[in-house]
């Protein structure tokens, strides 16, 4: 009977540790939605609340930490419990680093303000969030409902995120080389999106912490990667 109550009590840990995880991520996806909100509406308002709300993913962080270190310590877990609780101590990092990068766009509404209205630029940052917090929502789902099959799909996708990042890359550039006044809110765009990539890339750890959880095994190497923002170059106007 004893060592019956001393599963289900461990049981309910490791159920508490999902449910820990899940709650970071729908809090990090709330952040990152809101951040773009505040910065493309110049909603000051809004972007100190994000900024504010950071402390709640810091916190749960730590939370997570102290939880899965006990659990190594009392439980002396193996195997498949290990992986989990190991697993759990990247993914609440992994999310912890996509809050701060969401709060570091929202601090920029306060530089950026109103002179974004003409441009552009804007949609293709909304269609970097959109995809980047679909790979995380799809990871987290995943993690959830342990449905590894769908893993190499969704980290694969992270080939689009890349692609739309380096297309955004050069559109600001183009900006700056056509009219000075662009060169300040252009260079915080570029921030902004450089950090949405890397809430895409944080999702593709966060896959390959899943499906080795799982599995046991690691995700084949040939990661996508198409960043080519390193070799854009914008040639300059000349003069009429």
């Known amino acids: 009977m004893l060592s019956h109550h001393i599963v289900s009590a461990y049981d309910d840990e490791l159920k508490s540790l999902t449910l820990r995880i899940a709650a970071m991520g729908g809090h990090a996806e709330r952040m990152v939605d809101l951040a773009l909100s505040a910065l493309i509406h110049a909603d000051l308002a809004l972007a100190r609340k994000v900024i504010a709300d950071d402390?709640?993913?810091?916190?749960?962080?730590?939370?997570?930490?102290?939880?899965?270190?006990s659990m190594i310590t009392r439980r002396q877990?193996?195997?498949?419990?290990l992986r989990e609780i190991v697993g759990a101590i990247r993914i609440s990092a992994d999310l912890e680093r996509v809050g701060d990068l969401g709060k570091n766009i929202a601090k920029r509404a306060f530089v950026v303000g109103h002179s974004l209205d003409r441009m552009s630029a804007i949609?293709?940052?909304?269609?970097?969030?959109?995809?980047?917090?679909?790979?995380l929502k799809d990871v987290l789902d995943v993690y959830a409902s342990r449905s590894v099959e769908r893993l190499v799909a969704v980290r694969d996708r992270d080939e689009q995120i890349d692609a739309i990042y380096t297309s955004l890359f050069r559109e600001l550039l183009t900006y700056m080389m056509e009219d000075p006044r662009n060169i300040t809110p252009c260079t915080h765009l570029?921030?902004?999106?450089?950090n949405i990539e890397r809430i895409g890339d944080h999702a593709?750890?966060?896959?390959?912490t899943i499906y080795y959880i799982v599995t046991g095994e690691q995700l084949p190497l040939n990661r996508p990667k198409e960043d080519r923002s390193h070799v854009v170059t914008v040639e300059p106007h000349s003069p009429a």
């Open 55 to 69: 402390a709640i993913l810091d916190e749960a962080q730590r939370e997570i930490d102290t939880q899965t270190i």
């Open 77 to 81: 877990p193996l195997a498949d419990d």
């Open 123 to 135: 949609r293709g940052l909304e269609a970097l969030v959109d995809l980047a917090l679909t790979q």
């Open 190 to 194: 570029l921030f902004c999106a450089k």
């Open 204 to 208: 593709t750890n966060i896959a390959e």
